[in-house]
């Protein structure tokens, strides 16, 4: 069983940062794959960014350059360093765990299927 608890979501001007925070309890095998996802009003989930167990990481498009993802296997915290942030970036942001990463391309799947566990999200907003 995985818990999943994010905070650092709040409300900034574009161009700002924030730094999202997922502290993580629960088998280790269960949170191998670990990512972020994201839903604005009236949208459908999107995934943002997925780090594998090995520190592999894959971003979506719309981010990359901006945000990074980054885990700390001290305190098993997982973070999401967002910068440059930009009015479209609003949105509940959401921690997700699961046993393994799929793959796409050769590349880390931001697929939501891949992941089991999730937080309960945590609201960033980004002002004109």
């Known amino acids: 069983q995985v818990q999943l608890v994010e905070s650092g979501g709040g409300s900034v001007q574009a161009g700002g940062s924030l730094r999202l925070s997922c502290a993580a309890s629960?088998?280790?095998?269960?949170?191998?794959?670990m990512g972020w996802f994201r839903q604005a009003p009236g949208k459908e989930r999107e995934g943002v960014s997925v780090?594998?167990?090995?520190?592999?990481?894959n971003y979506a498009d719309a981010v990359k350059g901006r945000f990074t993802i980054s885990k700390d296997s001290a305190d098993d915290t997982l973070y999401l360093q967002m910068n440059s942030l930009k009015p479209e970036d609003t949105g509940m942001y959401y921690c997700a765990a699961g046993p393994a990463c799929g793959t796409v391309n050769g590349l880390l799947s931001l697929r939501s299927l891949d992941f089991g566990a999730w937080g309960q999200g945590t609201q960033v907003t980004v002002s004109s």
């Open positions: 780090i594998g167990i090995l520190g592999d990481t």
């Open positions: 629960g088998l280790y095998y269960i949170k191998s794959c």
